[in-house]
């Protein structure tokens, strides 16, 4: 027991902080776009409503190598949109921490959009025709009305978001690599150890704090999600 209370090593600190910073701005770049196509595809109807939610949700059914090639076609340095990023703006996706943030947001997306989504779907659509009949205008109505109604479903959708974000490998190491210091998080450290001969105890010890952090996040996330309904709804 006592290996496993020994403090963290420069190598699994290092994939620790970076795995958080890459999750976090993952899950809160991914928010405001998944509350606008959540909205979109449960308040509305329209063609093609059914081809953009397929869309939505392919990051979710196709191999994670296959989004992270996407993105380096999209974004690398002779990408659709790399060259004039770097140009234009003078940012560098590929191979940097943006990137891993990048990858983790689209692959984190559906999960998000879903719950956010299902929770949108849930509230009565009555209680914003009475809003509207009042004047009040559908961002106005959606900001006081819509939203909080539906912030179980955000919270939990942001717990589920930075919980897969954490847990990135495939897309991550096919666009950015595996790069001490700047793309390495903790599954990519794990990658590591697990290639570096008489690593083991090193990759035990991050597949420990990988599980540990995984129930944290899903604990924290049940835990938010009831006292948000409960002061959501007053139960």
């Known amino acids: 027991m006592d290996f496993w209370l020994t403090s963290l090593t420069p190598f699994e600190s290092e994939a620790l902080r970076l795995s958080f910073k890459v999750a976090l701005w993952a899950t809160l770049a991914s928010l405001p776009f998944a509350i606008g196509f959540a909205w979109l595809l449960a308040r509305h109807d329209f063609w093609g409503k059914s081809i953009l939610n397929a869309l939505l949700h392919l990051p979710l059914v196709v191999p994670p190598v296959v989004v992270g090639y996407g993105l380096l076609v999209l974004f690398g340095q002779n990408g659709a949109l790399g060259p004039f990023l770097q140009d234009v703006f003078g940012i560098t996706i590929a191979f940097t921490w943006r990137g891993a943030a990048i990858a983790a947001a689209v692959i984190a997306f559906p999960l998000m959009l879903r719950a956010i989504r299902l929770s949108m779907e849930a509230v009565d659509p009555r209680l914003e025709f009475v809003a509207r009949s009042l004047g009040a205008s559908r961002l106005r109505v959606l900001a ?22 954490l847990g990135e490998f495939g897309a991550t190491i096919t666009f950015v690599a595996n790069i001490p210091g700047e793309t390495r998080t903790l599954p990519l450290a794990l990658y590591t150890a697990i290639n570096t001969p008489g690593a083991e105890t090193e990759a035990g010890r991050i597949v420990v704090i990988s599980i540990l952090l995984a129930l944290m996040a899903l604990g924290l996330s049940e835990l938010a999600a009831r006292r948000v309904t409960r002061a959501v709804h007053g139960i």
């Open 144 to 165: 006081t009305v819509t939203l909080p109604l539906t912030l179980p479903g955000i919270v939990a959708g942001l717990s589920l978001a930075f919980a897969r974000s």
